[in-house]
């Protein structure tokens, strides 16, 4: 009797422990990825304007006005044609920074740039909308910014803004 | 007699008909040689293109609350775009868009690799677009070790000093030839952490395997963004002469909460649907899902996207 008792017991102790146990929530699936560590590389562009000097700047402003003039801007649908003014100064990454609003762009503050600040008509195209749509938006004014020491092409944008939009 | 000329007879027809087929052939040959140097092939138009606004190939998903953060690993390959794009504004991408739909008309972060009419090679870049702030883009270079640039000390403005020669410069570094065929990683999260009471930004990270210094940077915090929708694929502006070899979008994976005092890492959940697909009603680019995320467990996470050009 006494084991059949113990027995029975010991059986409703598995059973309640199987059963806690089948309860138990597994956790939520959330996984995780490292972000990458070291010091974000500063950015480098691409070929733009030749240099033509062993100084910083190492160009001159008309030689940014000639590029400009010449070469269409990048992620835009906007043409040299478009462009009605073009003022060209070499400043500081820091300075540059406060006149495009945007603190992260990997450049040291102290660094030597060339800010070309544009006036015109530029449009900046988005992405499709979730019906596929185009999107866009215009501006007037637009900037393009280049490494004072290489000549190559960093940064551009718009500034203010938009003053129309599709889609 | 007659049969003399029978056999003579025969003997013409059948070398009429070597020469007849023969001419075929090199006719033939002639259009298709012809046909490839225009860039037509077949019935598409294989480098010719309208893409004056920018034509897709990719997919999107949506969420139903926020998406914190997008990730997707995209294998590098290379593109013909410069100096072959048609118009000078020409360019090619792969990348990942993070976007937020209610920021009228619309705010989004994006990542990624692309050459234009003008780039020595492919170019990592990234991109932020908030209405009152602006567009912004940056090109920011190799995934990988960069030659190294020493910081000066920002002078008054010399009178340039034309040389003769000017000494030529090192080529600027692209995608390290160690990436091409590999897959790199490519980041967007949200980040709240500089100051709790003020709008999130969003961390950009571009890196490959070794975990080296990536490349990236930081959005605006203005407006303030609220992403509920991923996008991935390639985007194709111009006219023409733009060409990419396929390439693939795995692990594709959404963070499900923002770096903050408690987590600095990417917290995530896959994909496990195909997005909804983009794709320009005349292609290129072309893209298509190989991999179905509802099926792939983890062989690989999110399924496995690809695009091509063109």
């Known amino acids: ?16 422990a199987l059963a806690g146990c089948g309860a138990y929530k597994q956790p939520s699936g959330k996984q995780q990825i490292a972000l990458p560590t070291g010091t974000l590389q500063q950015p480098v562009g691409e070929p733009a304007i030749t240099p033509t000097s062993r100084d910083i ?3 001159t402003k008309e030689d940014v006005i000639k590029y400009i003039r010449t070469h269409d801007m990048l992620f835009s649908d906007t043409s040299p044609s478009a462009i009605t003014g073009i003022e060209v100064t070499f400043i500081t990454s820091k300075e540059v920074n406060k006149i495009i609003n945007r603190q992260g762009t990997g450049i040291p503050d102290n660094y030597l740039l060339c800010f070309a600040r544009l006036t015109g008509t530029f ?4 992405p499709p909308t979730i019906k596929g749509q185009p999107t866009s938006s215009t501006y007037e004014e637009a900037y393009e910014v280049f490494d004072a020491k290489t000549g190559n092409l960093l940064m551009g944008g718009a500034l203010g803004e938009a003053v129309g939009t599709i889609g | 007699m ?3 000329q029978a056999a003579v ?5 059948h070398r009429s008909t070597r020469i007849s087929v023969a001419l075929a052939l090199a006719v033939m040959l002639i259009i298709i040689g012809s046909e490839k140097a225009s860039g037509i092939v077949g019935s598409g138009k294989a480098h010719q293109y ?12 949506l969420s139903k609350s926020e998406y914190f953060g997008a990730y997707t690993d995209i294998s590098i390959v290379h593109f013909q775009c410069t100096s072959t794009c048609i118009t000078n504004g020409g360019f090619i991408d792969n990348e990942i868009w993070l976007i937020d739909d209610s920021c009228h008309p619309m705010c989004w972060v994006e990542a990624g690799y692309m050459m234009d009419h003008n780039s020595p090679g492919e170019v990592f870049f990234w991109y932020d677009a908030r209405h009152s702030s602006g567009p912004a883009w940056v090109l920011t270079g190799p995934v990988g070790p960069a030659p190294p640039i020493v910081p000066v000390t920002p002078t008054v403005p010399a009178t340039p000093t034309v040389f003769a020669t000017p000494t030529p410069l090192p080529p600027t570094p692209t ?7 590999h897959k790199d990683h490519f980041m967007i999260i949200k980040d709240t952490r500089p100051m709790p009471a003020s709008p999130a930004l969003y961390l950009i990270f571009m890196y490959n395997d070794s975990m080296g210094n990536p490349l990236g940077g930081t959005s605006s915090d203005n407006p303030p963004m609220i992403a509920g929708r991923i996008l991935i694929g390639q985007e194709l502006h111009g006219t023409g002469g733009a060409t990419a070899e396929p390439a693939t979008f795995t692990r594709n994976l959404f963070a499900v909460q ?3 005092a408690k987590n600095v890492s990417f917290m995530y959940n896959k994909q496990t649907q195909k997005g909804t697909d983009i794709v320009s009603s005349n292609p290129p680019p072309m893209a298509n899902w190989d991999i179905d995320p509802a099926t792939s467990g983890n062989s690989p996470e999110g399924g496995q996207f690809s695009t091509r050009c063109c």
Not at chain 1, 123 to 126: D, E, R
Not at chain 2, 50 to 61: E, L, R, V
Request: with cysteine; charged share 5%; net charge positive.
């Open chain 2, 175 to 181: 995608v390290p030839a160690g990436d091409y065929g």
């Open chain 1, 1 to 16: 009797m006494c084991k059949t008792v113990l027995a029975f017991c010991l059986g409703v102790t598995v059973v309640i």
């Open chain 2, 50 to 61: 309208t893409c004056h606004t920018p034509c897709y190939g990719a997919t999107y998903w």
């Open chain 1, 123 to 126: 449009t900046f195209p988005g």
């Open chain 1, 57 to 59: 700047p190492a160009f």
């Open chain 2, 9 to 13: 007879t025969g003997q013409l027809a």
């Open chain 2, 258 to 260: 923002s770096l903050n």
């Open chain 2, 2 to 4: 007659k049969a003399a």
